[in-house]
């Protein structure tokens, strides 16, 4: 090792935490080169143990090796996704292909699949328990799914395709970065500001300065703020500019161009998936998913997309007659639809929401999400301002138990900054186990509000906060033995259960009651107000639903092409599906192809956007139970939750997770009767 690199010497800071005073983008190829061989040096040792294989020497063994690695590489790729640089990102393009490449050598290593094979086949003989057993299928599971068992010549082969998706993947998210970054709208004059309220006045006014403009103001392309602009500004044009700048992230010729990427990953999607036996790369990703195939999936989306488009046009002749009110004679566009959309809220609801965001100021929103999880888990989080950050904007906590026992660290960095990729985002630094010793978890949340003086959340924001804060909690309240198994590392359209039903407790009355409180005068907000939310709340749920069923019905067309090497323009095809779907005028699907980064900047969510309306099934039905019981916060249906879905991880299956907390299996109608999706026509 290295002696000089820090990375590669002990973390000695509180729960491990990384020496970030001491990174520099020159340290991680050394570090990873390193690590890796150091990896691959604890395989070999395993592999070549002269003791017959057993549990503790080959599968435990195997969940401790690369615990170096791991650390570099979270740490490595948290500041690509937080923090990055032209220099980092140089370095993410060289080590993509050494990565996947190493991560190929791991589950093609002949002999130690051979001793983890064997235990497979006889594991019902080996007096495991429930948690081994689940370590010992889902690594096995791994190993077959990364081609051990392909020939040799077609494991070469195999490991070629997956290094040069490690490249394309990379190149991916860092074009739409670079798009996102490149392009802003610069606002000068009162008349540009036309109709934005104070609060995305001072947004846009701080993204100016951190974008060096020193004269006017800047909307760039966040959703935190080019949704406000959409919402308020009366300047139709602009907000034409603004919405088709945002659409067209990633789909401009030249280096930044994702169309070409899209192609080639596709193309290799479709061999890696004939390799393994399977027809298309749909059929290969949902054998390891709850879903299990494509019909299911497209029995789901099915379902709720017909009757999403209803309520959609429901929300159409609103907002049309709106128009038609104000004189507005013009055709309803997409940059239009969030613009006439608020002012039917105000207008049938008398919910504005300049009204509504002093309500929700964002620290005292991250204290009511705190504050939630204090009253159904029983832990509290305390600042840690003298543990060091890779940014200013980024707050540490410690987290206990209600015995006062550390649980680990939470890391929460909610700023839009250029040098972070945008959306939301939950990750690790560390995570929990106790296998060989024990581990306590750090977590990240990322968000990309606005910063300013006050920094106001609508209620949208709110809901992202919480979601992801229910990711940290999955994370942070894992108790497993073995690292594989820990946290968010189920099956992914299981793992955002946790996060959406978190949501729920961001609008229940009591704890709005007690936090949200107006950033001026403190005055807590009025009963009135949270009657008028709780009315308005399933206005919009057509427009959002079939925005998001679009883009999920086209991921699952794609990667369910029998030929996608025969497309030759996946922009084409995603319109030529929706044009076959219905998809009704001016709804912009959620994510077009070219800046989808679920899909391409990784493939955790290819043929697997589904997987919010399926976990939206789930959280539906799971805070059912809460009602039953006759308040958000019972605390033997807390208990059960937190038993079996926050801190089981992969360590039980999870229909059979879900069904031992609810006590039978979910049911869709909750999710039906939340966004109002049972309304007859």
Known sequence: MPATNPLLQPWTAPYGLPPFGEVKPELFEPAL?????????????????????????????????????????????????????????????KVAVPLSAHESSVYMHKALFARIDGLYEKRATLGLT????????????????????????????????????????????????????????????????????????????????????????????????????????????????????????????????????????????????????????????????????????????????????????????????????????????AWDWRYWAEKVRQREYAVDDAEVKPYFPLDAMVQAAFDCAGRLFGIRFTPRPDLASYHPDVKTYEVHDADGQPVGLFVQDNYMRPTKRSGAWMSGLRWQARNGETVRPIILNNNNFAKSANTLLSFDDVRTLFHEFGHGLHGLLSNVTYYKLSGTSVLQDYVELPSQLFEHWMSEPEVLRQHARHVETGQPIPDALIERLQKARRFGQGYDTVRYTASAIVDMAAHSHPNPSSVADWVAFEAQVLRERGLPEAVHIMHRLPHFQHLFSGDSYAAGYYVYLWAEVLDADAFDAFKEAGSPFAPEVAARLKRYIYSAGNSIEPAQAFETFRGRPPKIEPLLEKKGLLEPA
């Open 130 to 333: 429930t948690e081994q057993q689940r370590l010992l299928e889902r690594v096995h599971l791994d190993f077959v799914r990364a081609g051990a068992r392909l020939p040799a010549d077609k494991q070469g082969r195999y490991a070629q395709v997956m290094q040069r998706l490690a490249e394309l993947t990379t190149a991916f998210g860092q074009n739409v970065l670079h798009d996102e970054t490149d392009w802003k709208l610069v606002l000068r004059d009162e008349a540009e500001l036309a109709g934005l309220p104070d609060f995305v006045r001072e947004a846009a006014r701080a993204a100016a300065k951190e974008r060096g403009v020193e004269d006017g103001y800047v909307i760039a392309l966040s959703r935190s703020s080019i949704l406000p602009f959409l919402t308020f500004s009366e300047r139709r044009d602009l907000r034409e500019t603004a919405f088709k700048a945002w659409v067209s992230r990633g789909e401009h010729a030249g280096e930044h161009d994702n169309r070409p990427i899209i192609a080639e990953i596709m193309k290799l999607r479709e061999e890696q998936a004939r390799l393994h036996g399977y027809a298309t790369f749909a059929d290969y990703a949902l054998v390891d998913r709850m879903a299990a195939k494509p019909s299911a999936v497209d029995e789901l989306l099915d379902n709720v997309w017909e009757r999403a488009k209803k309520a959609v046009e429901r929300e159409r002749a609103q907002l049309v007659a709106a128009m038609r009110t104000d004189g507005d004679t013009s055709k309803l566009e």
């Open 33 to 93: 080169e390193a690590a890796m061989a150091e990896h691959r040096g604890e395989l070999d040792a395993i592999a070549s143990n002269p003791q017959p294989a057993t549990f503790d020497n080959t599968l435990a063994a195997f969940d401790r090796a690369g615990d170096r690695l791991g650390r570099v590489r979270m740490l490595f790729e948290n500041l690509c996704s937080s923090h990055t640089s032209p220099e980092l990102q140089a370095v993410q393009r």
